[in-house]
């Protein structure tokens, strides 16, 4: 039935501003096999950065512009005239909203084939049961859960009481051409007024509780002790911003510390970092973590489960207790004072996310698993992806 002619799939996400979930979808729908698939792309709120990157790019992007909360009904049947316009063969969503609003109306639709995926690990909705259950009642009407991490998986599964047989693991990617630049270091670090003998600590993210500031500002009062011409550059925004800055200014850093506003062109950004630091608390798979870990950046994150699945400590970076703003200094200080070692974690880190994480990967499993749920072969389980997956999986004693 589909051997002679494209499969029709349509993207749903929320909006589609810079971010690690929307990198991802523009990593796909660049990668995926255009003589196999028919692309088609919808946000529900505002089409964003990223979507006009990919409309520009000759992708069709749909922006509905509409509020979509839970209550937001009439988003719902916005969409599902979309879907009976479009007639999908599968309907891939991304992020809460999208995965509810995308799924009841694709489910009315009569859609084919539902995916939805998640992309972290949301502690949020503990204190939101009704969140919990409306993923769990619309978990029966979608035929995979894609976990961008075998922590998400596993936390996902437990916190909403799903089978874990409905999920399959593919990890997160990125668009590694756009980080292929020829741009020179120094010239960059010139033009963001770094002395070359300067060294620099770096972190992007959105500055939330997630992401663990404070615990790198803390760090840095004790790093300047050991090596007095350090920067910390902080790329990214957020309802903390003001507490990080106070912070900053209590611990008498305010000449240390560099707060830049969300960047675009954050493989010039990574350029300029001697080493990333990802102070999270949780995440989901952080895609910036694969982008510094390419860039062959020295990588200092906390042990957390998401980050060992990207990272093996001592090899492609340094994995530190979570929260531990000593150890996290005392990392930062070993590496800054063994260049050898920094080039050694550079090299392996590259290599690790160029085998693991490439874009090809995921598209190859994301190809496998449509291919599969086209034809209703429903052995495809998260067992057959481990036996792919297994060369990448961290070494465990």
């Not at 639709?109 to 995916?115: D, N, T």
């Not at 980080?179 to 670090?189: A, G, L, M, T, Y």
């Not at 990574?270 to 080493?275: E, S």
């Not at 001592?314 to 530190?320: A, I, W």
Request: positive net charge; glycine residues 6%.
């Amino acid at each position: 039935m589909y051997s002679d002619k494209k499969i029709k799939i349509l993207f749903i996400y929320q909006d589609l501003d810079s971010g690690g979930a929307e990198e991802v979808l523009s990593s796909t729908v660049r990668n995926i096999n255009k003589h196999k698939y028919d692309v088609n792309i919808c946000c529900l709120g505002s089409k964003g950065i990223i979507g006009e990157e990919l409309e520009y790019s000759g992708y069709a992007v749909r922006a509905l512009n509409r509020h979509y909360g839970i209550t937001s009904i009439f988003t719902t049947f916005i969409l599902y005239k979309l879907i009976r316009q479009i007639k999908p063969d599968i309907v891939h969503t991304s992020l809460f909203y999208a995965n509810y609003h995308g799924r009841i109306a694709a489910n009315f639709a009569g859609v084919r084939v539902i995916v939805s995926e998640e992309q972290n690990i949301y502690k949020w909705k503990n204190k939101n049961p009704i969140f919990i259950l409306i993923d769990k009642i619309l978990s029966y009407v979608t035929d995979r859960i894609i976990a961008c991490s075998c922590s998400v998986k596993d936390f996902t599964a437990k916190q909403e009481g799903i089978d874990p047989n409905k999920f399959i693991v593919i990890h997160n990617v990125f668009d590694m051409a756009k980080f292929n630049i020829d741009s020179d270091e120094k010239d960059i670090r010139r033009e963001m007024g770094f002395d070359k003998e300067v060294k620099v600590i770096g972190t992007i993210g959105r500055l939330c509780e997630q992401k663990g500031h404070k615990y790198l500002i803390a760090a840095m009062a004790n790093i300047i002790k050991a090596i007095p011409d350090v920067k910390l550059v902080i790329v990214g925004e957020g309802p903390l911003e003001q507490d990080l800055k106070a912070l900053t200014q209590k611990l008498s850093l305010l000449d240390k510390v560099i707060f830049m506003k969300k960047r675009r062109d954050i493989s010039a950004i990574l350029k300029t970092f001697d080493i990333f630091v990802l102070p999270s608390l949780w995440e989901g798979l952080s895609v910036v973590l694969l982008e510094a870990m390419y860039m062959s950046k020295t990588v200092i994150a906390t042990d957390i489960p998401s980050n060992k699945e990207a990272m093996i400590n001592n090899e492609t970076g340094v994995l530190v207790q979570e929260k531990n703003s000593v150890l996290l200094a005392d990392a930062v200080i070993a590496a800054l004072n063994n260049k050898a070692l920094m080039e050694r974690y550079g090299e392996n880190a590259k290599k690790r996310v160029s085998e693991c994480f490439s874009s090809q990967k995921r598209i190859a499993e994301l190809e496998d698993l449509y291919s599969a749920l086209i034809r209703k072969d429903l052995l495809l389980t998260q067992e057959y992806y481990y036996e792919k997956k297994i060369h990448c999986q961290r070494k465990r004693g």
